[in-house]
T-cell receptor, first 113, second 116 residues
Framework: NAGVTQTPKFQVLKTGQSMTLQCAQD?????MSWYRQDPGMGLRLIHYSVGAGITDQGEVPNGYNVSRSTTEDFPLRLLSAAPSQTSVYFC????????????FGDGTRLSIL | EDKVVQSPLSLVVHEGDTVTLNCSYEVTNFRSLLWYKQEKKAPTFLFMLTSSGIEKKSGRLSSILDKKELFSILNITATQTGDSAVYLC????????????????FGKGTHLIIQP
């Protein structure tokens, strides 16, 4: 059972570089989301999607873009990386719009120098 | 703004002890409260609570919700070193706009260390 798969697991970038964090799920879940986890801050929602072609902003969306062209994939793009974006990023998915728990990927540890 | 507060933020106990972790919340249109366990990687789901007073149990772990007092507790009995982790509490609520998907608001977590 693959569940939610994130790649890469680790990445180091220089300030100003761009990159895409990949997230794929094989559970046919409608809802997918991206969180960042920083020490002492808990998990904070960046962007989410309720289905293919539909995305919306979460609590901390600035500096990040998302798209949802298929049910399975929900990539997160950093257009111009900043040191403040150094964090651990988690992708999650769930069935339906509410009432079910989210399932998380193993995370991507991102460092911006 | 939705708010979830966990206490204590960290806790060190000895193997065999019983621990109680707390989670209080202020949420508009509360739908459910979830507990997750996070070791080195992904948070893994433990419980989802929607009704007051009904205990959910899984082995040595149990949890209960009080919707009147707006809190939940997670109990772990006969703790083992494998219980060492960060325990996350989160609440879900539908958007105030009335459409779309439930949002999930996390607390900062309780870092539990079990010493042998």
């Amino acid at each position: 059972n693959a569940g939610v798969t994130q790649t890469p697991k680790f990445q180091v970038l220089k300030t100003g570089q761009s990159m895409t964090l990949q997230c794929a799920q094989d559970m046919n879940h409608e809802y997918m989301s991206w969180y960042r986890q920083d020490p002492g801050m808990g998990l904070r929602l960046i962007h989410y999607s309720v289905g293919a072609g539909i995305t919306d902003q979460g609590e901390v969306p600035n500096g990040y873009n998302v798209s949802r062209s298929t049910t399975e994939d929900f990539p997160l793009r950093l257009l111009s990386a900043a040191p403040s974006q150094t964090s651990v990023y988690f992708c999650a998915s769930r069935q339906g719009q509410g009432g079910q728990p989210q399932h998380f990927g193993d995370g991507t540890r991102l460092s911006i120098l | 703004e939705d708010k979830v507060v966990q206490s204590p933020l960290s806790l060190v106990v000895h193997e065999g002890d019983t621990v109680t972790l707390n989670c209080s919340y202020e949420v508009t249109n509360f739908r459910s409260l979830l507990w997750y366990k996070q070791e080195k990687k992904a948070p893994t789901f433990l419980f989802m609570l929607t009704s007051s007073g009904i205990e959910k149990k899984s082995g040595r772990l149990s949890s209960i919700l009080d919707k009147k007092e707006l809190f939940s507790i997670l109990n772990i009995t006969a703790t083992q070193t494998g219980d060492s982790a960060v325990y996350l509490c989160a609440v879900t609520a539908p958007p105030l706009s009335g459409g779309g998907a439930d949002g999930l608001t996390f607390g900062k977590g309780t870092h539990l260390i079990i010493q042998p």
